[in-house]
C-alpha cells in the first residue's frame, strides 16, 4: 500500500518561503521517482519537480527552476519542496506523488504517475 502525507502548506507573503514534506514509507526502495504537482483553481494540474529516489537525480519545470528544490531525506522516509521566491501565481494545492520507475527528462506529464497525496494548499499574498 503507497502511503504519501503532505503537510507544511499555509500562507505566507510574496517573497517568502515555505518547505513542504510528504510522509513516504516507499522511500525505502530505490526504484521510485518522486515529484510535486500542483493545481490552481480552473487550471490543470502542473509537474514541477521530480526526484530518482535511487540517485537523487532531479528534474524541475521552468516556472519554478531556481526558486524551488525537491529533496529527500531516506532516513526519515520523507520527501520536501522548498520553495522560495515565492509569487502569487505560486498559490495551488500541492501534491506528493510517485511511480515506480526511472523519471523521465523533460515535461513531468501527470499521466505517467499512480500515486497521489491528497494534497496541501499554499497561498501567496502579493
Known amino acids: 500500500q503507497v502511503e504519501l502525507v503532505e503537510s507544511g502548506g499555509g500562507s505566507v507573503q510574496a517573497g517568502g518561503s515555505l518547505q513542504l514534506s510528504c510522509s513516504a514509507s516507499?522511500?525505502?526502495?530505490?526504484?521510485?521517482?518522486m515529484a510535486w504537482f500542483r493545481q490552481a483553481p480552473g487550471a490543470e494540474r502542473e509537474g514541477i519537480a521530480t526526484?530518482?529516489?535511487?540517485?537523487?537525480?532531479?528534474n524541475y519545470a521552468d516556472s519554478v527552476k531556481g526558486r524551488f528544490t525537491i529533496s529527500q531525506d531516506r532516513a526519515k522516509k520523507t520527501l520536501y519542496l522548498q520553495m522560495n521566491s515565492l509569487e502569487p501565481e505560486d498559490s495551488a494545492v500541492y501534491y506528493c506523488?510517485?511511480?515506480?520507475?526511472?523519471?523521465?527528462?523533460?515535461?513531468?506529464?501527470?499521466?505517467?504517475?499512480?500515486?497521489w497525496g491528497q494534497g496541501t494548499q499554499v497561498t501567496v499574498s502579493a
Open positions: 516507499i522511500l525505502e526502495k530505490s526504484g521510485w521517482c
Open positions: 526526484i530518482y529516489v535511487g540517485n537523487g537525480q532531479t
Open positions: 506523488v510517485a511511480d515506480w520507475g526511472y523519471c523521465n527528462d523533460g515535461y513531468i506529464d501527470p499521466k505517467v504517475f499512480v500515486y
